[in-house]
């Protein structure tokens, strides 16, 4: 972690530096200038560990602390941190308050709001979800910005910053773990932060119209098969045309329950035609 002479460069200069460095490739990930996470008079080292290791997770790595602990390398700081103690943590920058507040966009986080404009230092407020539209139109310098495990950002502090974020939850507990607060504030900023995720394409391929017809028919002679009546066969057809048309099932999906309801529909068929040979009883029917 770099001390506070390396604090008093020229901020500005080092965020243009940052932003031209990070890609030129035209995608708004590559090119926009990511959050820096700065986290104000943190009392525990693991808590620090916690936010570096978010950041590694979200795409983030810009760590500034305001008055920290000792961070001391194989303590308990670089046990929670994973594979930021890689990086993210020991490039971590001790700066103050002030020079936050002169070089950036800040955005303070609270569990405590205001409930209108009568408290100007914690109203109007952001859910992550409304900060992260809202910064997708600006691309500034933006410091998101974290207070004490305890205490937070007091009064003072949030009326220097320029907006205010929460994280909605339980009224009767809505204070989150410093670190668990940083959690879930940069996955919902992901989207600008993070170019490519471990998960596959989840785009779905809806079957053909075809195939999604002929399950219908085979879903009819079904209903008409285990002796539904027909206002009740008429029902359940409809209901299943909408299950599916909501469902947009994919091709393999759709040849799977075609295999199912064909293989049913013989079944019964065969049933009953060993019902009428040797005079026994067809199958259960309403009444």
């Known amino acids: ?20 460095s990070a890609g030129d490739d035209g995608s708004e990930g590559s090119t926009r200038r990511k959050p820096v996470v700065v986290v104000v008079e943190p009392e525990t080292p693991g808590n620090v560990g916690t ?38 943590l020991p490039n971590a920058e001790t700066v103050t308050f002030d020079e936050v507040v002169s070089n950036y966009h800040t955005v303070g986080t609270t569990a405590i709001t205001g409930e209108d404009d009568r408290s100007h230092e914690r109203f109007p407020f ?21 207070g004490r495990e305890g205490r937070g950002l007091n009064n003072e502090e949030l009326s220097r910053l320029d907006e205010v974020c929460s994280i909605p939850a339980a009224d009767d507990y809505p204070v989150l773990n410093l670190g668990q607060a940083a959690t879930v504030l940069l996955y919902e900023l992901r989207d600008l932060t993070v170019d490519e995720t471990q998960l596959p394409d989840t785009a ?40 599916l048309g909501r469902a947009h099932p994919t091709e393999r999906e759709i040849h799977s329950l075609l295999g199912t309801f064909r293989k049913a529909n013989a079944k019964l068929e065969h049933a009953d035609h060993l019902a009428a ?3 026994e009883p067809v199958y259960p029917r309403d009444g």
């Open 1 to 20: 972690m770099s001390g506070d002479e390396g604090a008093g460069v020229d901020r500005d200069a080092s965020v243009d530096s940052d932003s031209a």
């Open 277 to 279: 040979k040797y005079d």
């Open 204 to 243: 779905v391929t809806r079957a053909p119209e075809a195939d999604l017809e002929r399950f219908h028919e085979f879903f009819g002679d079904f209903l008409a098969v285990t002796g539904q009546r027909e206002h009740v066969r008429e029902k359940n057809a409809l209901l299943m045309r909408r299950l």
């Open 51 to 88: 936010i570096a290791r978010a950041m590694k997770n979200f795409g983030l790595s810009d760590l500034k602390l305001v008055d920290p602990p000792e961070l001391k390398e194989g303590g308990e700081a670089y046990g929670f941190a994973g594979h930021a103690r890689e990086d993210v």
């Open 126 to 146: 952001k859910t992550p979800v409304e900060l992260r539209e809202s910064l997708k139109t600006v691309d500034a310098p933006t410091a998101v910005v974290f």
